[in-house]
């Protein structure tokens, strides 16, 4: 693992050369219509994809939080409402049960010459999809305070708990900590990085049987109650986006966020000695684990089966031109960690690299994963209020995502 | 009316009633009694930027052909109505065999989605009716009284909270009761308390929910309360005020009377319309904490990755029941009122 990752962010600022093969941007035919996250990181990406598709093009984007809840709806009409899709190593699965993304070696082989290996996600031997960049959530802290209180970096949950409490208990902020605990998708995500920080499967080896009802699950739990007991009140209704407002407004000592977030913390809006304070760790460890309590992730493009072949090959230049574009990557290098050829890692792809070379986990892509997601998503509010107890939250989970697994037809 | 013509009379009504709500009904209880095919699930070697790894993926070729076979899915019956998200008797029994006191299994049963919901559903509708026709009178009766040149403003800006997008409004609302927004901030000086919050509380939520509901809902019995308050026969009020009564008096026994009727209107109306609440949850991100039918219904469409037609459809049926059994009362009432009147 951690030569690959090595491979991966020293890449080789490779000359370019398209021996045979064609240059994929200046598209004049077909039209290119794509769905994405709504995020900093994605809208650079996307100028990037626009400007390679050239004037001329047929060009659309539609930028969403809800990107994930539209997409299967979205690409099953045929013709398909979007032609591509940016897809994550989460988001890819649910398009690939229903097989709503077509195989793209024709496509790589003509316009992916400047593409690294391991860009192309390859599923049973075919291309589905090529990844862009890596993200992964990890730990944010302002430096002054910390050292003010005389509190090292922490590097376990158990320590992140101790510093917050001491910042609290000195009176500097109510509310030390922040993470995106909104009841939804992100206190799913929350469970998951706890839960496999912790060591934990979601599911019984070699089956669809839910397996989050033990003690890994209830120590996950009890983390994640300590942690929103230190944040905003209202953490249940806070996302990302949230939880940066609540970052950038000088309320939050550490936080455990994307590393993608660095886009828009880190840029010339907003208060500036906030920004010059912040600074990014790697993400903790907890209850004794080796590995960083979070997930990596990949996020790349899809072309979506149900388009016709011209606005498919359309879509895919614009978006391989970007996704193969060095200039990007090394004009931006804090956006993100760039998966692209000839990038120079920024200053802030430590975490990501850290949690990387660390072993982590990389969010697990069962068929069933987003169905154990969406139950977590709802389940886990009443314990987090106080109302009921780990055991019971996990049980309740474990119950939903039955009977939604056997009404999908994988039990 | 001779039945022939009011036969013709009524069959384009009928017949578009049929299509776009009877179909509907019957399409959507078909889908119910159904669940997915079984989904082929093969090994297969995934290369991604962190590794390679074996992994389980769909056999979409064989998923899809056993679905040509079976384009509605495997059917279930009613196993969906009585699964744990919904009706739940399997986990009712066993609460009810193994219960200690009777409030353990209320508990249990309340932490079931479906009676969970219900029980919102149910508590934001007798909660926010009463109010809403209460207020509504009480605004009507005022804006009566006002100059004829105010009238139109003051009706205006009375009818504009039902007229702002429920989402919207609530949004708008979610904003200032925000720990630094106008109301909220307010309300944490009025109390002294400045961890004060009203989202972080579900008591304190359904109560914003509730406040908003008969916030939203009050104009609509305001305007019908308005125009009902034209109508009532100006002899009987101005007799009443030879006779001496006062006001009071005179709006106790002779418009409210008269507007009974009305009334019972207003009330099925606005039971129909708070037992599908739901905008306000998205718009309060309210979740979490309040969770309505209609609410489940979205969550089963929209917020798993794949559609769940079968449960959606299940919880549908079990909303448009839940309305049903809700209005017979009201509406025996009204056919009783209807055949003394004659």
């Given amino acids: 693992m951690k030569k690959l990752i090595i491979a991966l962010l020293i890449s080789f600022a490779s000359t370019s050369v398209f021996a045979g093969s064609h240059s994929p941007c200046g598209v004049t035919s077909g039209s290119i219509n794509i769905l994405a996250n709504e995020f900093t990181t994605y809208r650079i990406f996307m100028d990037e994809v626009k400007s390679c598709a050239g004037p001329e093009a047929d060009f659309n984007v539609t930028h969403s939080v809800d990107h994930n809840k539209l997409q299967v709806a979205a690409l099953s009409a045929n013709p398909a409402e979007f032609s591509a899709k940016l897809v994550t190593n989460g988001s890819i699965t649910p398009l690939m049960n229903d097989g709503l993304i077509r195989p793209l070696d024709d496509l790589v082989a003509k316009y992916g010459s400047n593409l690294n290996d391991n860009q192309k996600i390859t599923i049973d031997g075919k291309i589905y999809a090529v990844a862009f960049m890596a993200n992964a959530q990890h730990l944010w802290y302002r430096e002054s305070i910390l050292n003010d209180l005389g509190i090292a970096v922490p590097s376990t949950y158990e320590e992140v708990i101790a510093a917050a409490e001491k910042i609290k208990a000195a009176g500097v902020m109510e509310n030390p900590y922040a993470g995106a605990f909104k009841s939804g998708w992100n206190l799913g995500q929350e469970f998951v990085n706890m839960y496999l920080g912790h060591g934990g499967e979601f599911f019984k080896s070699g089956s669809a049987q839910p397996n989050v009802n033990n003690e890994k699950g209830v120590a996950a739990l009890n983390m994640i109650k300590k942690l929103t007991e230190l944040s905003n009140p209202d953490f249940l209704t806070q996302d990302t986006n949230a939880v940066k407002e609540e970052w950038e407004s000088g309320n939050v000592a550490l936080m455990h966020i994307w590393n993608s977030g660095a886009a828009s913390l880190l840029d010339d809006e907003g208060d500036q000695n906030i920004k010059a304070d912040t600074r990014l760790a790697p993400s903790p460890t907890v209850g004794g684990g080796s590995k960083p309590a979070t997930t990596l992730w990949w996020d790349g493009i899809a072309i979506a089966t149900n388009t016709s072949d011209e606005n498919a090959e359309a879509s895919f230049r614009a978006l391989v031109g970007a996704a193969s574009s060095t200039d990007l990557a090394n004009n931006n290098p804090n956006a993100t960690v760039w998966l692209i050829k000839g990038y120079t890692p920024g200053d802030t792809a430590g975490p990501v690299v850290d949690a990387a070379s660390r072993g982590t986990t990389p969010y697990p892509s069962f068929p069933h994963m987003s169905l154990m997601h969406g139950a977590l998503s709802t389940e886990l509010v009443e314990f987090l209020q106080g109302n009921e107890s780990a055991e019971k939250a996990l049980a309740d989970v474990e119950a939903a995502y039955i009977a939604k697994a056997t009404e999908q037809g994988f039990l | ?342």
């Fill in chain 2, 1 to 342: 009316m001779p039945h022939r013509t009011f036969i013709w009379f009524i069959l384009p009504t009928a017949l578009a009633m049929i299509l776009f709500i009877g179909l509907p009904i019957v399409s959507s209880f078909f889908q119910s009694l159904h669940i997915e095919n079984e989904q082929v699930l093969m090994e297969v070697e995934n290369c991604d930027p962190f590794g390679c790894t074996t992994n389980v993926r769909v056999d979409v070729e064989a998923t899809e052909k056993i679905e040509a076979e079976n384009p509605l899915g495997r059917f279930n019956g009613f196993g969906t109505y009585t699964d744990r998200n919904h009706l739940a008797f399997d986990e009712i029994r066993e609460a009810w065999d193994n219960k200690t006191s009777i409030g353990e299994f209320k508990d249990i049963v309340l932490n079931l989605p479906f009676y969970k919901a219900l029980l919102f559903t149910l508590t934001f509708c007798f909660a926010v009716t009463p109010p809403v026709i209460v207020l509504g009178f009480i605004v009507a009766l005022s804006v009566n009284t006002l100059a004829k040149n105010l009238k139109g403003l003051i009706v205006f800006g009375t009818i504009l909270p039902m007229i702002v997008t429920p989402l919207i409004g609530s949004l708008v609302l979610f904003w200032m009761i925000d720990s630094q927004g106008i109301i909220g901030a307010s309300i944490q000086i009025l109390f002294d308390d400045p961890n004060l919050s009203l989202k972080a509380s579900s008591n304190l939520t359904w109560i914003t929910l509730i406040i908003y509901g008969i916030w939203h809902n009050t104009p609509f019995a305001f305007v019908v309360f308005y125009a009902a308050l034209q109508t009532v026969p100006q002899d009987p009020l101005e007799a009443a005020y030879i006779d001496g009564a006062t006001r009071f008096e005179r709006v106790r026994f002779i418009v409210i009377p008269h507007l009974y009727p009305v009334a019972t209107f207003i009330m099925l109306i606005c039971l129909m319309d708070n037992f599908r609440v739901f905008e306000p949850i998205i718009g309060f991100s309210a979740e979490g904490v309040a969770q309505s039918l209609s609410w489940m219904i979205y969550q089963d469409l929209r917020n798993e990755n794949k559609m769940l037609f079968g449960s959606a459809g299940a919880t549908s049926m079990l909303t448009i029941l839940g309305i049903a059994f809700l209005l017979t009362p009201v509406l025996i009432r009204t056919w009783k009122e209807f055949k003394t009147e004659r």
